[in-house]
């Protein structure tokens, strides 16, 4: 699916005769270039967990609030996840490798990812919607964001709404470096991390 997306995108910029390279912004080359780039993703990451952390411990409480008020007080009884919040284990649980070639695969499937989907949604649907605006930057981080999260609903409503704001995230993140390959090196690497973190989780019945 994310490859027929970016065949789209490049069919389509190839039809207006737009550099496909365009897309990723001016990336300072060499190695120091690429390290400054890896620095960046890096404390990226780490502050966009923290966001997304925060949002989902109040999602969380806000969802165990009105689960609480509905079904009334249950004094002693062990607390039990939301079926939205075991729809989205089960989903992700699904997604996660489970042996030593499908870490190689999901390896690969990350890098790949990373990739396209910073192209597709960042580096073209962005840009496009901050056209059809007339430069209003706000409208392509939003737009984009949206679409990003929508693209992910089949991990449920929690984490399509959280990936959406992980969108606006990287959005931002594109604007400031002017570039893609930042944010393509944090959504990588955060992918990989969550897939083997998974992965160990299931093989320790954790999951």
């Not at 984009?144 to 959406?164: D, E, I, K, T, W």
Request: hydrophobic residues 55%; contains cysteine.
């Amino acid at each position: 699916m994310e490859l027929v997306m970016l065949g789209w995108v490049a069919l389509g910029l190839r039809l207006r005769r737009v550099p496909f390279a365009s897309l990723f912004g001016a990336m300072a080359s060499g190695l120091r270039g690429f390290a400054l780039d890896g620095v960046i993703a890096m404390a990226f990451w780490i502050a966009a967990l923290s966001i997304l952390g925060s949002l989902g411990a109040v999602w969380s409480v806000v969802e165990f609030a009105a689960t609480y008020r509905q079904a009334g007080p249950h004094v002693g009884k062990p607390f039990e996840p939301s079926p939205s919040q075991k729809q989205t284990l089960q989903t992700l649980e699904r997604l996660a490798p489970s042996d030593g070639r499908e870490i190689a695969a999901w390896v690969v499937l990350c890098c790949f990812a990373g990739l396209i989907e910073e192209a597709v949604f960042r580096g073209y649907l962005q840009q496009q919607f901050i056209a059809w605006s007339k430069g209003r930057a706000a409208v392509g981080v939003v737009f984009s964001a949206l679409l990003f999260g929508a693209a992910h609903g089949y991990q449920g409503v929690r984490n399509m709404v959280m990936l959406a704001v992980f969108g606006v995230l990287f959005s931002l993140l594109a604007i400031f470096r002017r570039s893609l390959r930042a944010g393509i090196l944090a959504h990588s690497w955060h992918d990989l991390i969550a897939g083997l973190v998974l992965a160990f989780l299931r093989s320790r019945h954790l999951a």
